[in-house]
């Protein structure tokens, strides 16, 4: 089982945004792979230490672990875990102001590599969809480097990426380091490009990339295909492609949290007499009995034919709602029938004390 990135940092899970980043810049000192040479169990803490401050250090992606745990990033919606590359491209500022201790913090004494921008997409599901989870194949265009772009080595770094500034303090010489503004960190600028490519030997190319999407998601949940964003040119991280979750509206069933609602409108004589009705269901339609005397507003729940949690532990409910539907036209002789009841003991209200009242009824439809 995958450890608790609140353990794994060390904090507690309702720690400061301060609290979560220094420390995580201890675990990353600790176990750098520069101070842990061949460790590879260090270099595992080190990357574990990355992915779990990658999520607690963003509030909405925070918000999503504290509700679903790990299972909230499963299926391409998370980290997916980290490769030496994405922590030194994405953290190095962690340890910005310690004078480079660690080969200016670029992994293995070499420079940081730039990441390319992040695409954004929005992906309609059908409850269908989001209740068995779904593999989604959509066209994205993104920015590639294009054939034949050669690269030459920066002249202001010298190809580290990075630019490092010394100064006099009263505590002694300070030395800190920051990416190169020239080649943006690189270490590489270009020396040729085709026709066709922007400024920094980049083409726009139209993929197919499949997206596997987890049973659960929510409506506005974000999702993360790694490395299928726009890349930055030379020796650069592919950026991500984010998914954003967009529910279609059901025909009949109302979705509320993991749980389902339905509408059943029944005439005046089945809610007399009892009737069997068809009803949908996520997967598919099934059939109900409807007792005799069943008054209108009266709620009928069905155990799990709702909707599946994210971490997949549980399912919902789905609601029926009965509606009796009374007439509003009469012949006249329904009008004479109903009139010859209206003193009719059977046609009084008298409800049972023991029913649930419709307070009871929307107070356990939320239980």
Not at 242 to 254: A, P
Not at 339 to 350: A, K, L, M, S, V
């Amino acid at each position: 089982m995958k450890q608790d990135y609140y353990e794994v940092l060390g904090v507690s899970k309702g720690a400061s945004e301060s609290e979560i980043k220094k420390a995580y810049r201890k675990k990353a000192i600790q176990y750098h792979p520069d101070k842990n040479p061949g460790d590879q169990s260090a270099e595992e803490n080190f990357k574990k230490a990355a992915e779990a401050y990658e999520i607690l250090s963003d509030s909405e992606k925070r918000t999503r672990y504290d509700q679903f745990g790990h299972a909230a990033f499963e299926g391409g919606a998370g980290s997916g875990g980290m490769n030496m590359d994405d922590i030194f491209s994405q953290f190095g500022d962690i340890f910005s102001g310690f004078g480079g201790g660690f080969g200016g913090f670029g992994g293995f004494g070499q420079q940081a590599r730039v990441k390319g921008s992040n695409l954004r997409i929005q992906i309609k599901l059908s409850l269908s969809d989001i209740a068995h989870g779904v593999e989604k194949k959509v066209k994205v265009k993104r920015k590639i480097q294009a054939e034949g772009v050669r690269f030459k080595t920066c002249p202001t770094c010298g190809g580290s990426g990075q630019v490092t500034k010394i100064a006099n303090t009263i505590l002694g010489r300070m030395q800190t380091q920051s990416p190169c503004t020239t080649c943006g960190g690189s270490g590489e600028i270009i020396a040729s490009k085709p026709s066709g490519a922007d400024s920094r030997g980049l083409v726009t190319k139209e993929e197919t990339v499949s997206i596997k999407i987890p049973s659960g998601v929510e409506e506005g949940m974000q999702l993360k295909v790694s490395g299928k964003g726009n890349e930055a040119g030379g020796n650069s991280i592919p950026g991500d492609l984010m998914v954003v979750i967009k529910e279609e509206e059901h025909q009949t069933l109302k979705r509320e949290g993991k749980n389902l609602h339905y509408d059943l409108r029944i005439s005046f004589s089945e809610a007399v007499l009892g009737a069997s009705k068809e009803i949908d269901t996520i997967d598919g339609k099934v059939r109900i009995k409807i007792e005799k005397g069943t008054q209108s507003g009266k709620v009928l729940r069905l155990r799990s034919k709702g909707l599946g949690e994210l971490n997949g532990y549980s399912k919902g409910d789905l609601l029926v709602h009965v509606l009796v539907w009374t007439p509003q036209k009469l012949n006249p002789e329904q009008i004479a029938f109903f009139e010859n009841c209206q003193e009719d003991e059977n046609f009084i209200p008298n409800p049972n004390l023991k029913e649930k009242s419709t307070f009871d009824r929307i107070r356990d439809m939320f239980s």
